[in-house]
């Protein structure tokens, strides 16, 4: 019932207008808390909803993986001796403390979302003789937060990003058996941008991609002060499938730094078969002795080549130079190539400049609040159009830098 604290019983004995009126005051304040009553409802109805929808979606990726699973079976494992993990499979090895060979697939899936890094290196258990451990890397002290590093990378043989679609099988990435030393010049440069060279592929034609990667140890050379000794691959070597096609290349790289392009170290499969001893994809009838480059590497869309630096104007940089600002606090104007963009679900606005998604190095960022201040979309005002955005570069965690544009004027074109 509702309480009327204006309006006395007398007054509407004595006033009939004043029945009226509060007989319009009690429909208002119903209705009023039939609307609330109602949007209540309804937010518990979506919330329910939305945990049905993370349920089903973790239950398709659950399936996703031991379907992969199967098809990798179905491909060819390099060798009968092995374990398997969420979404791939590993060969370990006593003598170098790493797998002699990963196998897995990149599904599609990895376009739906995208899960952080979850960072959670571990001791594999499942090793009955004991995997590599931190130490084998660094030693760190917490009593002053800093690492002492033994001048190799943790580097993925089965990428953690490949599985960037489910938490759980991204974390089995990140056991020691899938860790193998890498220099930090190789791991960070031509292996990531190898890796890239793979999800880019399957979000270019959305079907599954087969790899296999492999360690090789011409030597038995150990990195210094490694407790378990670990193995110094001097050399690894990748392969890939498509596997509705079943197109095949292979790539060898030596482990250091290089300024060759990627395709300058495409192989055959066969090649990699002679090199390690391994018979690879052997279910599946392939073209192995040979490489259909035109097939492969149209997938690479837009080479990296940002505007050169000196071209620029004072406190200007290119893509190439601005992620090293990253957190220095300044704003700064960041100029290439609109290659692209896209709205997140929260319909914030994404930019990519010189290097599409998901291989873009820094993006620009206009939040759905501040597109307001824009008469077009600046996507596709600018798109394939040399522009420079300002704003503080910033990090974002494991992701790559990104400048927030607050409006119109934060974006301009360049001509050089």
Not at 285 to 313: A, M
Not at 341 to 346: A, P
Request: charged share 25%; aromatic share 12%.
């Amino acid at each position: 019932m509702v309480r009327l604290t204006s309006i006395n019983i007398q007054d509407l004995k004595n006033n009939p207008y004043l029945v009226v009126i509060a007989i319009l005051l009690n429909a208002i304040t119903l209705s009023s808390q039939n609307y609330t009553s109602t949007i209540e409802q309804r937010e518990k109805e979506y919330a329910k909803l939305e945990a049905q929808l993370e349920a089903l979606t973790l239950e398709i990726d659950s399936f996703n993986l031991l379907r992969d699973l199967d098809r990798i079976k179905a491909i060819g494992l390099p060798s009968d001796n092995y374990l398997d993990y969420l979404g791939y499979y590993l060969e370990y090895s006593e003598e170098h403390e790493q797998a002699l060979w990963t196998m897995h697939i990149i599904n599609p899936r990895i376009q739906t979302k995208g899960v952080e890094r979850t960072n959670d290196f571990r001791i594999d258990e499942r090793i009955t003789t004991k995997t590599a451990e931190e130490i084998d890397y660094f030693t760190y002290d917490a009593a002053t937060d800093t690492h002492n590093g033994y001048g190799y990378d943790r580097g993925h043989l089965v990428p953690s990003a490949d599985f960037r679609f489910s938490a759980k099988a991204m974390s089995d990435t990140y056991f020691y058996s899938n860790m193998s030393p890498q220099l930090p010049e190789f791991n960070r440069e031509v292996w990531a941008e190898l890796e890239d060279f793979g999800r880019q592929f399957v979000f270019k034609h959305n079907r599954p991609l087969a790899v296999v990667t492999i360690p090789i140890f011409d030597n038995k050379n150990k990195i210094d002060r490694s407790v378990n000794g670990v193995t110094i691959p001097t050399r690894f070597a990748k392969a890939l499938l498509d596997i509705e096609t079943n197109e095949t290349i292979g790539f060898v790289l030596d482990n250091a730094g290089t300024d060759s392009s990627l395709q300058s170290f495409a192989v055959t499969v066969n090649d990699i078969e002679k090199i390690t001893g391994y018979d690879l994809f052997s279910k599946v009838k392939t073209k192995e002795e040979s490489i259909d480059k035109e097939f492969w590497f149209d997938v690479i869309e837009n080479p990296y080549n940002p505007i050169i630096q000196s071209s620029l104007p004072r406190n200007h940089y290119n893509t190439q130079a601005a992620p090293k600002l990253a957190g220095n606090d300044k704003e700064v104007w960041v100029c290439g190539k609109c290659v692209g963009g896209n709205k997140s679900r929260y319909e914030n606005l994404w930019i990519n400049l010189d290097i599409k998604y998901p291989n873009q190095i820094i993006s620009g960022y206009i939040s759905k609040e501040n597109l307001g201040h824009f008469q077009a979309s600046p996507l596709e005002m600018y798109i394939d159009k040399n522009i420079c955005i300002k704003g503080k570069v910033e990090k974002t965690g494991d992701k790559p830098p990104r400048i927030k544009i607050k409006n119109s004027h934060y974006i301009k074109l360049y001509e050089y």
